[in-house]
């Protein structure tokens, strides 16, 4: 272990989510109490029961349930509860900033309009900007297993919504689906001002890294894991200041890796890259931001400089203006330094 204390020290550290799936954070007993609510069934008959289905052996496996329980949201009040719920948990673990990816064609396919879903996310994050002093961006994402022809339909409702909106993201089934099916609507996206990141390198070969940054025009990608198989890569990754959102439990949770110890993390640290941690779906995979920086803090041994590395590195690839971006970052060498 890197020091005494250790989990004691992450939970004080401030830290920014940037790579959260609000979906993903939708915790069993608030399912079944949403479904009761809303008079929907569940394929699972007690809270027991769906936690045990939380084991993947691959991301279509997790995806397959994640739709499942994403179809009990029906009214603005389930998404609104959804959010809120998540913005609690992550205020306990001293989470100052999030960007949340909502992904509104999980819903719009299901006859639910595209206003239900960002008013209940909308409404929750500013009462948590208010109450829980958490600052926010909020990221739509593409599903990348559909076509692009439907993604342009959820740029169109997006647009009355485009003051809450910051950037648009692509995630779903990746093997398969490379980000040169979306170029179009990237680009069409760039053009309403919305920022632009990408799953890749996640399941799919670094291939989708290259393509996510040369056609998509990425500013940042989701995942990455696979990266480390190119130099040229790293170095590009390096020079351009392409921050990565690493996902470590998620990555064990659905076999990326075998085990946290072969996590590749600490290796990006040492060659420059600005790699960050994160929840990604934490309802499902086990943990959120704490357990993430502990698990992995944990199996890597990092040690006190490389922690605070990853929770700088997040205020660094964050949409946050520069002055706020420095005073959290002093915050959090202010923290390290009075340990």
């Not at 439907?150 to 997006?158: H, N, V």
């Not at 600490?266 to 929840?279: D, N, P, Q, R, V």
């Not at 499902?284 to 803090?297: I, K, P, V």
């Amino acid at each position: 272990m890197a020091f005494p204390n250790l989990k004691k020290v992450i939970k004080g550290i401030p830290k920014a989510e940037l790579h959260l799936h609000i979906e993903g954070s939708f915790e069993p007993e608030l399912m079944f109490q949403i479904a009761k609510r809303n008079n929907i069934i569940l394929d699972y008959d007690s809270i027991d029961s769906l936690k045990k289905a939380y084991q993947f052996n691959n991301l279509q496996e997790f995806l397959d349930i994640y739709y499942t329980g994403a179809k009990v949201l029906l009214y603005e009040q389930d998404f609104y509860d959804l959010t809120w719920a998540y913005l609690n948990k992550v205020h306990d673990q001293n989470v100052v900033h999030v960007e949340v990816f909502f992904d509104p064609q999980t819903h719009t396919d299901r006859g639910v309009d595209f206003a239900v879903v960002i008013n209940g996310i909308y409404k929750a994050l500013e009462k948590a900007k208010q109450e829980l002093n958490i600052s926010y961006k909020l990221i739509m994402s593409y599903l990348r297993h559909l076509s692009e022809e439907e993604a342009f339909k959820t740029l169109e409702s997006s647009l009355p919504y485009k003051d809450w909106i910051d950037g648009v993201g692509l995630d779903s089934s990746e093997i398969g689906n490379p980000p040169s099916k979306f170029v179009q609507v990237f680009k069409a996206s760039a053009k309403h001002g919305y920022k632009l990141v990408a799953h890749a390198g996640e399941e799919g070969p670094v291939d989708y890294i290259w393509e996510a940054l040369d056609l998509l025009k990425v500013i940042r990608i989701d995942h990455g894991n696979r990266c480390l198989d190119d130099e040229k890569l790293v170095q590009r990754l390096v020079k351009e200041k392409i921050p990565l959102t690493l996902c470590p439990l998620s990555n064990v949770a659905l076999k990326v890796i075998s085990k946290m110890e072969e996590h590749p993390v600490a290796k990006m640290l040492e060659k420059g890259i600005i790699a960050t941690i994160h929840s990604d779906d934490p309802a499902y995979f086990g943990g959120y931001m704490n357990a993430n920086f502990y698990e992995t803090a944990k199996a890597l041994n990092l040690n006190k400089r490389q922690i605070m590395q990853l929770a700088i590195n997040a205020f660094e690839a964050s949409w946050l203006s520069s002055n706020v971006k420095e005073k959290h970052i002093l915050e959090v060498k202010n923290y390290f330094n009075s340990l």
